[in-house]
């Protein structure tokens, strides 16, 4: 009996060791998984600057329509991949938003992002594995991937095109 009742809470010990890194990990927002195609590049002209270097070959007219994957397991665009992604989702305000890019030369109103309420941005926790670390969510159907202030516009692949948000409507 004794041993019986030792090896049921081994068991369960390591059923809840084995649970509890899946259950802690955030995933993804609603709507973020699928493939993205991106559509354009802001600021147009890039400024380089000393202190961060950007993928080129991500970060260029030719990335125009390729498609990046997003699930809670990897996100992948071309060659390449980051496993167990860990975005940490967190909301800016516009203003802290736009200080913290204004060295790029993007303004809130050339990102749409200029509706007055609070930015949600995703920072990756693989950062170095992607020719991005940074996705900003526009609305359920559009977001931007940005590094060092430039930012890549994608839209959801899938056809789908939400609504505007309430807080967007005119």
């Known amino acids: 009996m004794r041993d019986t009742l030792s090896l049921l809470k081994m068991l369960c010990a390591a059923a809840l060791i084995g649970v509890a890194p899946a259950a802690l990990a955030q995933n993804l927002p609603a709507g973020m998984s699928?493939?993205?195609?991106?559509?354009?590049?802001?600021?147009k002209k890039p400024l380089t600057t000393a202190s961060c270097t950007t993928n080129p070959s991500f970060f260029s007219k030719t990335a125009r329509g390729s498609r990046v994957l997003m699930s809670d397991q990897k996100i992948v665009w071309g060659p390449a991949t980051?496993?167990?992604?860990?975005?940490?989702?967190?909301?800016?305000e516009?203003?802290?938003?736009?200080?913290?890019?204004?060295?790029?030369?993007?303004?809130?109103?050339?990102?749409?992002?200029?509706?007055?309420?609070?930015?949600?941005?995703?920072?990756?926790?693989?950062?170095?594995?992607?020719?991005?670390?940074?996705v900003v969510v526009l609305d359920p159907s559009t977001v931007y991937f940005e590094r060092c202030g430039i930012f890549m516009e994608a839209v959801h692949d899938s056809g789908f095109v939400a609504p505007p948000l309430p807080n967007q409507q005119q």
Do not use: C, N
């Open 34 to 43: 699928g493939y993205w195609k991106i559509t354009k590049m802001h600021p």
């Open 82 to 92: 980051a496993t167990s992604p860990a975005p940490r989702v967190s909301m800016m």
């Open 94 to 134: 516009p203003a802290d938003f736009s200080a913290h890019h204004s060295q790029a030369g993007v303004t809130l109103h050339e990102l749409s992002l200029d509706h007055g309420s609070k930015v949600e941005v995703l920072k990756l926790g693989a950062p170095g594995t992607l020719p991005f670390d940074t």
